[in-house]
């Protein structure tokens, strides 16, 4: 009998440390077979999954013997949380293991966008031009503002990395205590107030009810003309076509988005996008590096092995 299903991909060298005391099964395709993951989590004590796997109410109900779901991330919103604390169960996520590798990616679009069309032109150099003065208008990161959306983990992480690159940096986060220690690397504003004040918006907070749609058309043209919007949060938080008009505007002066409301992202959702030169589109990767994926998969792994082992 098996105890633990592992739904989407996970590192190999991880797998082999819970099959030393577990009986496991691995298949990185299964969260596109519902019908096969409702036979298996019937006699089940541990399941791993990503962002792809919905663990809703249906699931959990088909799943008497559930102790623990192991989420290989940070964000919670495709498992039903409060359904597992009411049937006693343990949800493990590998908090802080990928802040590294977001915060990284937020700086680094910054720096990119900022710049313009400096780093996009490639192709111009490469067929013989030399447009030197038209690319040569970018701007520095130092001195800029930096407005982040939620100041957790990899929110803070981020503000330390643009605080050393001589950003100053203001933070929503209405979830922080006054007294959190988090507030050391930020000023704390209201959501309104950042998103007219900041130079670079970036993202890092939960998709809740609360959060979805959050920052749409007024918020956008609420932003300093030419700042730069990037999400590397969750899909649904930005509204996409709101986003593709303030750039094609000329309004945002560039964003990169790393998430979409509805993922993978299908033709349609990302034709509102199609031509524009000032947006940089990446498929849920700011925070899958080999770095992060390995500190995600053993944290993980460690987390729900120590569950499991505690009726033992």
């Not at 990185?28 to 019937?42: H, I």
């Not at 799943?63 to 949380?81: E, F, H, Q």
């Not at 690159?165 to 988090?182: F, G, Q």
């Not at 504003?189 to 007024?218: F, K, N, Q, S, W």
């Amino acid at each position: 009998m098996t105890d633990i299903v592992i739904t989407e991909f996970l590192e190999p060298a991880a797998i082999d440390v819970l099959k030393a005391d577990f009986k496991v099964h691995w298949d990185r395709e299964l969260w596109t077979k519902r019908g096969e993951l409702e036979r298996l989590v019937r006699d089940l004590s541990g399941l791993i999954v990503r962002n792809r796997t919905p663990v809703d109410r249906a699931l959990l109900d088909l799943a008497p013997k559930l102790k623990v779901v192991g989420r290989l991330g940070v964000g919670l919103d495709n498992i039903d949380v409060a359904a597992c604390e009411r049937r006693g169960i343990t949800v493990v996520s590998a908090r802080g293991a990928n802040a590294t590798s977001v915060s990284e990616y937020a700086i680094a679009m910054a720096m990119l966008l900022l710049r313009g069309r400096a780093y996009l032109d490639t192709h111009r150099l490469a067929a013989g031009e030399w447009p030197r003065e038209e690319l040569g208008r970018g701007l520095e990161l130092a001195g800029k503002t930096l407005g982040i959306i939620g100041l957790g983990s990899i929110g803070s992480t981020t503000a330390r990395k643009a605080r050393a690159l001589e950003m100053r940096v203001i933070a929503c986060d209405p979830y922080l205590t006054d007294s959190n220690e988090n507030w050391n690397v930020a000023e704390k504003y209201a959501l309104d107030e950042l998103i007219a004040e900041a130079d670079v918006v970036t993202i890092h907070c939960p998709l809740t009810a609360e959060t979805r749609g959050m920052i749409g058309a007024a918020q956008l043209q609420r932003m300093r003309k030419g700042a730069i919007l990037i999400n590397s949060a969750r899909g649904g938080i930005v509204d996409e076509p709101a986003c593709a008009a303030a750039l094609t505007g000329g309004h945002l002066g560039g964003a990169a988005l790393d998430v979409f409301d509805d993922e993978p992202i299908r033709a349609e959702a990302g034709r509102v996008f199609a031509g524009i030169p000032n947006v940089i589109l990446t498929p849920h990767i700011s925070g899958v590096t080999s770095e992060a994926n390995h500190r995600v998969s053993f944290m993980t792994v460690d987390g729900v092995a120590r569950e499991l082992k505690k009726g033992r």
